[in-house]
């Protein structure tokens, strides 16, 4: 059975970095495109990223240049790397199998000063 379980949200300021971890059971994850979605408050679920199985990606315009995904197959756990970090940037954030439509439950990012 599939499991996608996120971790390292935080508090940050702005400005600041953070990495998040989305770690896979159940699946090889290497032959799937891996996806990262966020969810701010009181908004819907936007999409971040996405990674293609051959290492393709794609970004949401407002994080081109800040945030970059990655997948570490031996590991079975995709990343997002969050650089100059704004407030606009908190929300919940999702990872998502692209391929069956899971989710993961969430890790909450907080920018704040």
């Known amino acids: 059975q599939e499991q996608l379980v996120e971790s390292g949200g935080g508090l940050v300021q702005p400005g600041g970095s953070l990495r998040l971890s989305c770690a896979a059971s159940g699946i090889i994850l290497s032959i799937y495109p891996m996806a990262w979605y966020r969810q701010a408050p009181g908004k819907m679920r936007e999409f971040v990223a996405v990674?293609?199985?051959?290492?393709?990606?794609t970004y949401l315009d407002s994080v081109k240049g800040r945030f970059t995904i990655s997948r570490d197959n031996a590991k079975n756990t995709v990343y997002l790397q969050m650089n100059s970090l704004k407030p606009e940037d908190t929300a919940v954030y999702y990872c998502?199998?692209?391929?069956?439509?899971?989710w993961g439950k969430g890790t909450l990012v907080t920018v704040s000063s």
């Open positions: 990674i293609s199985s051959a290492g393709t990606t």
């Open positions: 998502k199998n692209a391929a069956t439509n899971n």
